[in-house]
């Protein structure tokens, strides 16, 4: 089902068709094999977290065909523009604020004002994000808690499929995951170890801060807190879940038919589509946080979500929304 494709301009023009039009291709890049997906289409985003079966929304890096592409959607710093220049095209990931208007959607940043962007070391890698013409959001091309793949027949061994294509770019060179770097404060910080040595980056910009490494903090079930994780975008309404009626203070959250009497309504499917519902999940709370202060609403209510299929991460994305904050 999945479709295997050769490295050549034929290979390059089926990826890019497919990518454009909004299917999963995974590539080979220099560290791992990513999961492409068109990161400005909520829908293809939310597909990504579908064939992985991830339990839950992170964010997803984002992929450029250079330093320019990539500065256009964050706000690149002198720290980030050395960088750019030493490592790339390389496995170094920047976190960097993203700009106004930047068309990068919602759920490929996990609903963060922030984006990581990174541009592969490969030529094919950044001729295909040059062909379809817009970032490209890819995880590791791996199913939820498997190891990456480096190999287009490890793509298949998982993802068989579950994936329009597969471009088979042979194995991975660096074979370990590119290096995070979060520039949005004023001490760097380094989030995961990966491609680059943190000490090639010290030599450039300094001494690093240490974060906490946020596949730890997503796999630990005691951080509830949302607020403390940097990959938890939280409302700042209080979230009431499984409403089945709500009250004109409220702002809905709403799912299939919605309740009626809210002050406030943001449907995240009116078919009771989760593809569609993970699409809008981050939007539509920050859209109701936004109407909710306008009209001095109390809280939002969210209707119940079907737990199966993306609808489990919609629910732990909820649910953490919902959880007591930290002060
Ligand atoms: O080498 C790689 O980076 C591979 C290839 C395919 O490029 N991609 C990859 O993506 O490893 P993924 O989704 O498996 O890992 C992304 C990492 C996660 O640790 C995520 O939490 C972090 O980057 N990340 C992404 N966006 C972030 C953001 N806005 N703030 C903080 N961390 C972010
Ligand atoms: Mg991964």
Known sequence: MTEVLTQDAAGLARAAELLRAGALVAFATETVYGLGADATSGRAVAS?????????????????????????????????????????PGPLTLVLERREGCPVDLLAGAGLDTLAVRVPAPDFARALVRAVGRPVAAPSANRSGE????????VLAGL???????????????????????LTGRQPVLLRPGG???????????????GIPLAQAEASRTLRSPGLLVSHYAPALPVRLDADDVAPTEALLAFGDPLPGAGAVFNLSASGDLTEAAANLFAGLRALDAEGARRG??????MPIPDRGLGVAINDRLQRAAAPRGT
């Not at 609403?297 to 969210?302: H, M, W």
């Open 147 to 154: 190891v990456s793949p480096t190999t287009a027949a490890h």
């Open 48 to 88: 990504v977290f579908e064939a992985k079966g991830r339990p839950h929304f992170n964010p997803l890096i984002c992929h450029y065909p250079g330093a320019d592409a990539a500065f256009a959607h964050v706000v690149a710093d002198p720290r980030a523009q050395r960088l750019a220049e030493a490592f790339w």
């Open 297 to 302: 609403l109390l809280r939002i209510a969210a």
């Open 196 to 210: 680059v040595p943190a000490e090639a980056i010290e030599a450039l910009i300094g001494p690093l801060g240490r």
């Open 160 to 182: 068989d499929g579950r994936i329009a294509a597969v471009v088979d770019g042979g194995p991975c060179a660096v074979g370990v995951e590119s290096t995070v770097l979060d």
